[in-house]
């Protein structure tokens, strides 16, 4: 926390390209999440959905990121008509940068797969919040609290 976050770019929805760079003077929010259309990552991403404007007027921008393909992310974003555009990080890249992969047990089977994770990078680009093992009730709430105390 309170280090500078690397430059990076990826694919993402909008058939652009995510700079970290674009977004200088504005709070960036990266949401990891492991995967389109399942339960969890619905519920989350509708929820940060339904604060997208409010975030929007605190000076911050949000994005959600998982190993999906874009093909998989633009389905979802539609599905749900997220007004926040979806980074494909099929490759590991973000996940590893964000040490944000991690062995989960899954009907009874070690996998390896994204802890759901959000992260809030200030307007100069560094680092100052992580939350790690998010519980999808109430945390998009959490970000907003954050990102409003830090205006």
Same mark, same amino acid.
């Given at each position: 926390?309170? =280090?500078?976050?690397?430059?990076?770019?990826?694919?993402?929805?909008?058939?652009?390209?995510?700079?970290?760079?674009? !977004?200088?003077?504005?709070? /960036?929010? @990266?949401?990891?999440?492991?995967?389109?259309?399942?339960? *969890? =990552?619905?519920?989350?991403?509708?929820?940060?959905?339904?604060?997208?404007?409010? @975030?929007?007027?605190?000076?911050?921008?949000?994005? *959600?990121?998982?190993?999906?393909? @874009?093909?998989?992310?633009?389905?979802? $974003?539609?599905?749900?008509?997220?007004?926040?555009?979806?980074?494909?990080?099929?490759?590991?890249?973000? =996940? @590893? &940068?964000?040490? /944000? &992969?991690?062995?989960?047990?899954? !009907?009874?089977?070690? /996998?390896?797969? +994204?802890?759901?994770?959000?992260?809030? +990078?200030?307007?100069?680009?560094?680092?100052?919040?992580?939350?790690? *093992?998010? $519980?999808?009730?109430?945390?998009?709430?959490? /970000?907003?609290?954050?990102?409003?105390?830090?205006?």
């Amino acid at each position: 926390m309170g =280090c500078t976050v690397p430059q990076f770019s990826a694919a993402m929805t909008g058939a652009s390209e995510f700079q970290l760079s674009a !977004y200088a003077g504005k709070k /960036v929010i @990266l949401y990891f999440y492991p995967k389109d259309n399942t339960p *969890g =990552c619905t519920t989350e991403s509708i929820a940060f959905r339904e604060i997208h404007q409010q @975030l929007q007027e605190n000076n911050a921008v949000i994005f *959600g990121i998982s190993r999906d393909s @874009l093909r998989s992310h633009e389905g979802f $974003k539609s599905k749900l008509e997220l007004p926040f555009e979806l980074i494909s990080d099929p490759d590991e890249t973000l =996940c @590893l &940068m964000f040490n /944000v &992969m991690k062995m989960k047990n899954m !009907y009874g089977k070690q /996998v390896r797969g +994204i802890e759901r994770s959000t992260f809030v +990078i200030d307007e100069s680009g560094k680092l100052v919040k992580e939350w790690r *093992g998010v $519980k999808v009730a109430d945390h998009a709430q959490a /970000v907003l609290d954050f990102v409003s105390n830090q205006s």
